[in-house]
């Protein structure tokens, strides 16, 4: 059969084949009202250059974070990609959705993987990290539906501001699900409440779930947050920053159970918000409970290397309803982006990177606390990120610094909140925070 | 295929042994379920004190490629668990002996009628 849509005949001929008179009698049981009564609004038809054209102009109205000195953070950031990353990860070895279930002849993106696990490990101190997940936000999930089979409990209590959008996945995967409930903490000054966050310790929390640095940029003080959970029998997961890590103690050596992240800030693009990469880790005593496929490395007859999907039995294709999660997938070629990042960085780099970050977003917070009108609306530590309140609604000040050639950063309003949360990376230079400063001043 | 005459045996492949004290017994899987299985790499059980009715899964057994629940031959409260599992491959070479998975204490003795002999189970194995 040739590869091309079939006629009004074809169909005919199909549906007369199969003894019914018209497409609608295969699926009465969509109601009616859910059903299309009128035709598509769509295009007429076009020449592949008109399309083409069509194309370019409608992308051509984007604008994207090389035509603004962007500032927008909030869980997505504008850090340099070394060039040699794109080169390397668009090999055609790796360039392809094919999944490496046959070791004979997925060596190289085995290894890749592998890597990525060993350095994801380091980086967070933890003993075992599976081959990546969706991104950041269902990592979490993955990581409470974890906690939930391990502990046998079902209540997760958030300390500290978590990214809104990670609770609304949590909602979804664990709420909706009627698994668990899912309560969030209250914060002093930007931070989880310690006190607060004790009261509502008992023997029925499954985890505590901690965010570092937390939405607001803020540091948490992970140690008596892990400290409460660990006194209750609950794990302790924490969502990381990778780049922060190479400042931040990691996650393992202030006892967490579980550690997850959003890798993006490591080689990914912004991408308008996808794919990203879901970074999960656990303690070892875990490795028969974590969600997601495993690399790992063994010597193969002649005593060479050799790599494979292992621990599969855990996995949803063995063990169907019994798996420890229906997670099959993992975002492959962010995670090679990962690796060749971290590759390229090395650990001296990673660190000058979250050096750049700390110090350039201080610079600028001075500089904005200093502006009339303006002020920091938080007075603890915080990383890349901070939250500025603003003169006038921070959506004047968004649309206003837009028309100036900055995106100046991430509208709280969005989230029922307020403020704007300004990210700033390695990527921004003096003279454009200094410039961003002059801009923000005119507005009041 | 090694079918010791002195033990009770389950469909699932589960073997029985009463112990001396006639209140407590070991619980494993055969060598037949060992050597269908292949090279087991895991064995997790339910802990000391878990209550089981006959049938009940009282753990899984893993090897490479698969991984088999445990099923309860009969009612009981788990009372110890094998330390020595810790190394699993002792299942599949001394799946009667060292590779024992759980002790439980027993309620009901007369459950024991509803299990294979031997002969029954060297016949369901076609042996």
């Avoid at chain 1, 018209?22 to 009465?28: D, R, T, V």
Wanted: aromatic share 8%.
């Amino acid at each position: 059969m040739p590869f091309i849509a079939n006629t009004d005949d074809d169909r005919r001929s199909m549906l007369q084949a199969i003894g019914v008179g018209s497409f609608e009698e295969l699926i009465p049981d969509i109601p009616s009202e859910f059903c299309l009564k009128e035709a598509l609004s769509l295009f007429p038809s076009m020449s592949e250059m008109e399309v083409a054209s069509l194309l370019d102009r409608l992308a051509s109205a984007n604008r994207t974070s090389p035509d603004y000195v962007s500032f927008i953070g909030g869980g997505a950031y504008d850090h340099y990609i070394p060039a040699a990353l794109k080169t390397i990860v668009s090999r055609s070895e790796f360039y392809t959705a094919y999944t490496p279930y046959q070791a004979e002849v997925s060596q190289g993106t085995l290894q890749a993987i592998y890597e990525y696990q060993s350095m994801i490990c380091r980086l967070y101190g933890m003993s075992v990290a599976n081959a990546s997940l969706y991104d950041g936000a269902t990592a979490m999930a993955e990581a409470v539906s974890m906690a939930m089979n391990v502990t046998g409990r079902s209540t997760v209590l958030v300390a500290g501001k978590i990214h809104p959008n990670t609770s609304a996945v949590l909602k979804t995967f664990i709420e909706a699900g009627g698994k668990a409930s899912v309560v969030q903490n209250v914060l002093t000054d930007g931070v989880c409440d310690i006190a607060a966050l004790e009261s509502r310790m008992s023997d029925q929390i499954a985890a505590v779930i901690v965010q570092q640095p937390n939405f607001y940029g803020c540091l948490e003080d992970v140690e008596a947050i892990g400290a409460l959970a660990r006194s209750h029998g609950a794990l302790f997961i924490v969502s990381a920053d990778p780049v922060s890590l190479g400042l931040l103690n990691a996650p393992g050596r202030y006892g967490a159970d579980i550690a997850v992240g959003e890798g993006q800030p490591l080689g990914s693009a912004l991408n308008f918000g996808g794919p990203y990469l879901g970074i999960f880790a656990v303690a070892e005593k875990y490795v028969r409970k974590i969600p997601g496929r495993l690399v790992g490395m063994t010597k193969d007859r002649d005593g060479e290397d050799g790599f494979i999907l292992t621990l599969q039995t855990r996995e949803q294709h063995i063990r169907r309803e019994k798996a420890t999660s229906n997670i099959c997938t993992n975002q492959a070629l962010n995670a090679l982006q990962a690796v060749v990042y971290l590759s390229l960085m090395g650990k001296d780099g990673l660190c000058q990177v979250a050096e750049h970050c700390l110090q350039k977003a201080h610079y600028l917070a001075d500089k904005i606390a200093d502006l009339p009108g303006y002020s920091l609306r938080f007075a603890g530590p915080f990383f890349r990120e901070f939250v500025v309140n603003t003169p006038v609604d921070a959506s004047v000040v968004v649309n206003t610094m837009m028309e100036k050639g900055f995106f100046a950063g991430y509208d709280l309003g969005i989230h029922d909140d307020s403020g704007l949360l300004i990210a700033v990376t390695e990527k921004r230079s003096r003279a454009e925070m200094d410039s961003f400063v002059e801009n923000l001043g005119a507005i009041s | 295929m090694n079918i010791p005459a002195d033990l009770l045996y389950t469909k699932d492949h589960e073997w029985i042994k009463v112990l001396d004290d006639g209140t407590t017994a070991l619980v494993g899987i055969t060598d037949f379920a060992q050597s269908e299985l292949g090279d087991i790499v895991f064995v997790e059980t339910k802990p000391v004190g878990t209550e089981l009715s006959e049938h009940d899964v009282f753990g899984t057994v893993e090897a490479v490629k698969t991984v088999a629940d445990l099923f309860a031959p009969v009612d009981g409260v788990i009372v110890e668990v094998n330390e020595a599992l810790d190394a699993a491959e002792v299942v599949n070479s001394s799946p009667y002996e060292d590779g024992w998975m759980v002790k439980v204490s027993l309620k009901d003795a007369s459950q024991f009628d509803a299990l294979m002999s031997a002969a029954e189970y060297s016949e369901m194995v076609g042996e």
